[in-house]
């Protein structure tokens, strides 16, 4: 029994390096091939090792578009709905917690009920109201109808309800107002939750294409999903190096928050997951 449980052990190790392989070959690929040049990339585009290293795609970058320009723009946006998220998030399940008022769970599955509504259901009416708000080509108008999600009301109330209840009440008897209990109480106990779903909008926030390629025409307030795009043709990218220099420099930041938040993210889900 215990050779048999090594060995499936071993199987089942072998299986995950494998499956990890696969998920950051794509990654190490883009990497290796955004230090390389295009003649080097099409007589051997599968290497991971560049034989001649150089950051040329990097600079080409820069002054192809306005870069740093187009970071401050995701930066921004990305900053902006993850912040808004968490703080209406929070409120929204601190009262579905510790409120008592009609309606309640009749609302929050409401709320809970508009997670499962496909983007594009929502996207011609949030494009029509952006249009008539004047806010087409703006960052505001890519923010603005991204600033509530039911994901985070989720994540928080599953959290809230880890606090043991005694705690609450012994505030609520001292009449303590609730903004006191929310920043004293509730959030110090579920602060890596907190953390974790602040991390997981950014980057969602980050990775957005199809509402940012709706509302922005102009390079200057582009964010950089879509200024990769504008190095990527229809039928391939007419020089991958350039290309392969655009993807990296995009997803280095998110790549950094996730490694560094990893713990965070993987214990709120998966207490979210055994809370009823």
Known sequence: ??????????????????????????????????????????????????????????????????????????????????????????????????????????????????????????????????????????????LLPQLSDAMGIFLLRQQMRSIPPAMIEVARLEKTPHRKIMASIVLPVIRPAVVSTAIIFFINSWNEYVWPRLILKSEEVYTLSLALQKFVGAEGSPDMAISMAMATATMIIPLILFACCQKYIMSTFASSGMKG
């Open 1 to 142: 029994m215990r050779i048999k449980s090594k060995k499936s052990a071993f199987l089942a190790h072998l299986l995950l390096i494998i499956l990890v392989a696969v998920m950051f070959y794509p990654i190490l690929f883009a990497v290796a091939n955004s230090f390389k040049t295009q003649k080097e990339i099409y007589g051997n585009v599968l290497s991971l090792l560049p034989k001649a290293p150089t950051i040329e795609n990097y600079i080409t970058i820069t002054t192809k578009i306005p870069y740093f320009r187009i970071v401050a723009n995701t930066l921004f946006i990305a900053v902006i709905v993850m912040v808004f998220k968490v703080f209406t998030g929070f409120i929204a399940a601190y009262a579905f917690v510790y409120l008592n008022f009609p309606g309640k769970k009749l609302l929050y599955f409401i709320f809970i009920s508009t997670m499962f509504i496909p983007f594009t259901v929502t996207m011609i009416p949030n494009y029509i109201t952006i249009s008539g708000m004047g806010m087409l080509d703006s960052v505001y108008g890519v």
